[in-house]
Nanobody, 126 residues
């Protein structure tokens, strides 16, 4: 079974930066479209960013566009999310997820992502 483990979460002041990583176990990382989602208390899980299988195409939520960058290193079986200019409203548990669809298309909904990590907490103070 695919295992995803996020790391890099923590506490940062508004305007600061934080980098997240997602380690993927197994031999098929390059077959998966990958995405980042987040969920704040009392809110639904929302899309943050996604990247195609070889990293050539990226998609971002309007709320993070221009501030966050998603990337992947298939040789290292790792997904990344670089977060800059962080705002208090970015505070949430961040999850990485994998979509097994063997196409370059990206989805902004959670449904196609059937594998999920346990999440890492990101807290942005005012």
């Amino acid at each position: 079974q695919v295992q995803l483990v996020e790391s890099g979460g923590g506490l940062v002041q508004a305007g600061g930066s934080l980098g997240l990583s997602c380690a993927h176990s197994g031999r098929t990382f390059g077959r998966f479209r990958m995405g980042w989602f987040r969920q704040a208390p009392g809110k639904e899980r929302e899309f943050v960013a996604a990247v195609s299988r070889v990293g050539g195409t990226r998609s971002y939520a309007d709320s993070v566009k221009g501030r966050f960058t998603i990337s992947r290193d298939n040789d290292k079986n790792t997904l990344y999310l670089q977060m800059n200019s962080l705002k208090p409203e970015d505070t949430a548990v961040y999850y990485c997820a994998a979509d097994p669809t063997l196409t370059p298309s990206l989805s902004t909904s959670a449904a196609p992502y059937i594998y999920w990590g346990q999440g890492t907490q990101v807290t942005v103070s005012s």
